[in-house]
């Protein structure tokens, strides 16, 4: 069975441009997360998409960041316009939240964004 | 807010334990993780806790939990090359699905 898939793996741009990130999650997984991690550090949520809803996006800078998941499978983040505090990992995970189990986050190996 | 410790860097000689430590702040945690990543990878869920519980073990891993003190650690027996990656500590409380992670503890392995 696929796991997470995330592309682009690396992106380079320049500061101000725009740039998106795409995600596929595990089939049949219902919960999508995007997670921004810093060089040194911990993941840190971004948004949390239940199917097609957006049920968290409170750590999303919604001046810059959008993200959407149409028909509640594939999701993209979009950053316009990038600055240089950008550069990091943004990792994408997914899981099958049913409220009684663990809710296991299976993750993707994630897209290094470096803005210059 | 909930906030997740751990110490930044661990070496160890190889076929030694290793033990990774962990402390968190937040009394309604659930369940309590650890994660493992490789360079370039993402996370790897590697085991996972019940706050009901004080032990799990599962092959080479075993994980403690103090309740009372909140403290969190991961003991990988017989550490391998293999074993060298960033290990996270993350905590969650049942009611949320928001898995908050710690910096991460750098596990090395000389020769």
């Known amino acids: 069975e696929a796991g997470v898939v995330q592309s682009p793996r690396y992106k380079i741009i320049e500061k101000k441009q725009p740039v998106a990130f795409w995600c596929n999650p595990i089939s049949g997984h219902n919960t999508l997360y995007w997670y921004l991690q810093n060089l040194g550090q911990g993941p840190e949520l971004l948004i949390r998409y239940e199917n097609e809803e957006a049920v968290d996006d409170s750590q999303l800078p919604k001046d810059r960041f959008s993200a959407e998941r149409l028909k509640g499978v594939d999701s993209t983040l979009k950053i316009q316009p990038a600055e240089l505090g950008d550069s990091a990992v943004y990792l994408c995970?997914?899981?099958?939240?049913?409220?009684?189990?663990?809710?296991?986050?299976?993750f993707g190996p994630g897209t290094r964004l470096t803005v210059l | 807010g909930e906030d997740v410790e751990q110490s930044l860097f661990l070496s160890v000689r190889e076929g030694d334990s290793s033990v990774i430590n962990c402390t968190y702040t937040d009394s309604s945690s659930t369940y309590l993780y650890w994660y493992k990543q490789e360079p370039g990878a993402g996370l790897q869920l590697l085991t996972y806790?019940?706050?009901?519980?004080d032990m799990k073990q599962d092959q080479r891993l075993t994980v403690l939990l103090n309740k009372k003190d909140k403290h969190l650690s991961l003991r990988i027996a017989d550490t391998q090359t293999g074993d060298s990656a960033i290990y996270f500590c993350a905590e969650r409380e049942s009611s949320a699905s928001k898995i908050i992670f710690g910096s991460g503890t750098r596990l090395s392995i000389r020769p």
């Open positions: 995970a997914s899981s099958l939240r049913t409220g009684k189990g663990t809710d296991t986050q299976y």
């Open positions: 806790i019940f706050s009901n519980m």
